[in-house]
């Protein structure tokens, strides 16, 4: 919380974004032998699921980690009649990669005639029963919810990045009420999580790729900031943060992310932007999370590599606070667990205040 108020803690927090089932194995792995079975959480019996919930919060006391994030849950369920698609109970269908990341391939909006027939959005309590088990079991842990917002629930309605860029331009009007509607179900979600114990919030949803934003800044500026500004008031009415994650290289929309009222900017991805140059450039306006880099370094680097990466990224950036480590994305399936633990234990080591490396 001190560091999200731009204040300067005892120590540097860390956490990350996602640990998925298999991450939660390639550490967990370090401190016990009585592991889950290897399967998506889709398909895991209760017990199971418990068990998974068991090893992540062990994780986070073995390691001393002050913040963890859960995901918003949205009713999936595997399609009978194919089963390597999902559909939500909000009539998104979902195909999963060979890492247990589910994204959208159709929408319940196939035309723009659609939205005649579509009915609001409203989430349901059960989307949020990891968010209650974790406020349960470790209530002395900053718990986020991560949710899409506005861009990311919009192109999934449509069932295709893609769509929506191409309405940007031809139909203005259908993207600006598809961001109504999903932007009024992301402050519901909100409120919710609040109700449900979240201490902060993650809005979800890349908004560039390594080399530029995905859609230029005037786009942004129409059809999504005004929007994410009504998301970061909602959770700041109700004594919220909220955090910003996007990959990528967020130069041309920096400013309009921290206008909009984002308490923190997630990732920093190393590959596109210079975590030093962004924290310039911000100026104390908001905290910087991330840039441990674990597109290359956490999963095929040394140990002795991600001391020296954590070292130095603290070094640079922690000095006066504002600053929460963690990885430039989120522990996926290829970080090596010992490289993970490194992470952490260094952070905690070298992160001490005065930072004086």
């Known amino acids: 919380m001190a560091a999200l108020r731009l204040q300067q803690p005892d120590r540097v927090p860390y956490f990350d974004l996602c640990f998925n089932e298999q991450s939660i194995l390639n550490v967990g792995k370090f401190f016990t032998s009585d592991l889950p079975p290897v399967k998506p959480l889709i398909d895991c019996r209760p017990e199971e699921v418990l068990q998974y919930q068991e090893l992540q919060s062990r994780i986070i006391r073995e390691l001393d980690i002050d913040g963890l994030s859960t995901v918003f849950h949205t009713g999936r369920s595997r399609i009978p009649e194919k089963p390597h698609l999902l559909r939500d109970r909000y009539g998104i269908v979902y195909r999963i990669t060979d890492h247990g990341n589910p994204y959208p391939v159709e929408g319940p909006i196939k035309a723009p005639g659609d939205m005649k027939s579509f009915k609001a959005m409203v989430p349901n309590p059960s989307d949020f029963r990891s968010l209650r088990y974790l406020s349960q079991t470790l209530p002395d842990r900053f718990l986020l919810l991560t949710t899409p917002g506005t861009f990311r629930f919009s192109w999934s309605m449509l069932g295709a990045l893609e ?54 800044p005037d786009h942004y500026r129409r059809f999504i900031k005004p929007f994410h500004q009504e998301i970061c008031e909602t959770a700041h009415s109700r004594g919220v943060p909220i955090i910003k994650h996007t990959d990528g290289n967020i130069w041309p929309i920096l400013n309009d992310l921290v206008e909009a009222g984002f308490d923190g900017i997630h990732p920093i991805q190393p590959q596109s932007m210079d975590i030093v140059e962004v924290k310039e450039k911000i100026n104390g306006r908001t905290c910087i999370l991330g840039n441990i880099d674990c597109t290359y370094l956490l999963p095929f680097g040394t140990e002795e590599e991600v001391v020296a990466s954590v070292i130095d990224t603290i070094r640079k950036v922690a000095p006066g606070g504002g600053y929460i480590l963690s990885s430039s994305n989120s522990i996926h399936p290829g970080c090596k667990g010992e490289n993970v633990i490194a992470m952490f234990k260094t952070a905690k080591k070298y992160g001490v205040y005065p930072i004086s490396i």
Do not use: H, Q, W
């Not at 109504?180 to 402050?187: E, N, Q, V």
């Open 163 to 216: 769509k929506l860029l191409f309405y940007y331009v031809t139909n203005p009007d259908l993207c600006l009420e598809i961001a109504r509607i999903t932007t009024d179900f992301t402050k519901g979600v909100i409120e919710m999580a609040v109700d449900e114990g979240a201490d902060g919030i993650v809005l979800e949803g890349d908004l560039a790729m390594k080399t530029n934003t995905f859609m230029s």
